[in-house]
Nanobody
């Protein structure tokens, strides 16, 4: 059974930075597509960034140029570096590992961007 554990969320001022981490057990990120999603209150969960085999990355337009997804295969960990944070980035951020027939999710980590 794949388990994903996120960390690194918190309260940050606008313009600040945070780094989220997601460590997997029971499965490897390198065998699927790793992604970060977020869900703000009253809104649907949305894709923030994904990282597939061969190093292909994909970003939501709203975070392009500010967020960077990366991975450490030795640690089986995926990161989301978030810079120039805005209040609208406030959400619960979820780690995802996608295989062809299965999806696994972490429990999420809260990010609050506020003065």
């Amino acid at each position: 059974q794949v388990q994903l554990v996120e960390s690194g969320g918190g309260l940050v001022q606008p313009g600040g930075s945070l780094r989220l981490s997601c460590t997997a057990s029971g499965g490897r990120f390198s065998d699927g597509v790793a992604g970060w999603y977020r869900q703000a209150p009253g809104k649907q969960r949305e894709l923030v960034a994904s990282f597939g085999s061969g190093g292909l990355t994909n970003y939501a337009g709203s975070v392009q140029g500010r967020f960077t997804i990366s991975g450490d295969s030795a640690k089986n960990t995926v990161f989301l570096e978030m810079n120039s944070l805005k209040p609208e980035d406030t959400a619960v951020y979820f780690c995802n590992l996608h295989f062809i027939l299965e999806d696994y999710w972490g429990r999420g980590t809260q990010v609050i961007v506020s003065p």
